[in-house]
């Protein structure tokens, strides 16, 4: 059994909209093991983003046990500051909505989050660039980002997820605007950071993306439920459980 990181007990988290209360996620149990690819398949608004936010703890549940990283997270325990620093040290986030820099070239959207972390400016510039053209981005280094395509611009959001470094990465909709030959090479790229130990949750639509997750869960009424999966990859494909 893989060692857990991500554990999910009882989670329970509605928003409340005008007069309506949304049940969002019902009683979600989950438990992801270092080194595990997991994704996650729901219809639109089946809750895939409001798990994620609440595993890269920037939401939290409402009731039921969240402990990421051998750390119980719960905002009556934390602060703001710990729960910033617990995220920079350890979860890589990757979001729906890109969140680039819009007047930064490609580049310095992964070059200045790098100079934050105290890379110095030639070693920053390095592994930016490498990150980038690991992508197939060598040719938009220097573009600014709102000239970028959407898939470009998502796949510059990785980059500077990757380049940062986490132990766990959690991913809405990576490749939702990749075509299949950049889809496939970004799962390539994420394989390898995977098969060094690295966690990835994925929430997906994208069926290309199923011989990569050693394990896929669906989100349903709110429960997630476990899929059989077919086809594993690698030799250390396996369980959580
Ligand atoms: N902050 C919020 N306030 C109110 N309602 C919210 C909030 N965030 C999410 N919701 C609602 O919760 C439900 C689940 O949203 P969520 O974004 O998690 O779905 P999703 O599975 O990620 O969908 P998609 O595949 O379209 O990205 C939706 O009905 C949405 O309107
Ligand atoms: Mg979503």
Do not use: W
């Not at 809750?47 to 936010?53: E, R």
């Not at 986030?93 to 070239?105: A, C, G, R, V, Y």
């Not at 981005?137 to 600014?144: F, G, S, T, V």
């Not at 349903?220 to 439920?225: A, F, M, Q, R, T």
Request: one cysteine or more; glycine letters at 8%.
């Amino acid at each position: 059994m893989r060692l857990p990181i991500v554990k999910l007990k009882g989670v329970h988290k509605s928003y409340v909209y005008g007069e309506e209360r949304i049940h969002v996620l019902r009683g979600v149990d989950l438990k992801v093991g270092r080194g595990e690819m997991v994704g996650v398949f729901g219809p639109s608004g089946s809750g895939k983003s409001t798990l994620l936010h609440i595993i890269s703890t920037l939401d939290f549940a409402d009731e039921g046990y969240v402990e990421v990283m051998d750390t119980v997270i719960d905002p009556r325990r934390m602060g703001e500051d710990d729960l910033a620093i617990f995220r920079r040290k350890y979860i890589g986030i990757i979001f729906q909505s890109h969140n680039l820099f819009p007047e930064m070239t490609a580049l310095e959207n992964v070059y200045f989050p790098l100079l934050m972390k105290g890379y110095s400016p030639l070693r920053a510039r390095r592994r930016a660039e490498e990150v980038l053209e690991s992508l197939g981005l060598r040719d938009e280094i220097k573009k600014n980002v709102q000239y970028l395509s959407g898939g470009e611009r998502q796949r510059v959001a990785v980059a500077r997820a990757i380049a940062m470094g986490a132990e766990v990465y959690v991913c809405d909709e990576p490749t939702a605007e990749l075509d299949k030959e950049n889809a496939l090479n970004l799962m390539e790229v994420l394989r390898a950071l995977c098969e060094e130990g690295r966690t990835f949750i994925i929430a997906t639509h994208d069926e290309r993306l199923l011989p990569y997750f050693h394990t896929v869960y669906t989100l349903d009424s709110g429960v997630l439920k476990r899929k059989k999966k077919e086809v594993e990859h690698g030799e250390n494909a396996g369980s959580s459980e």
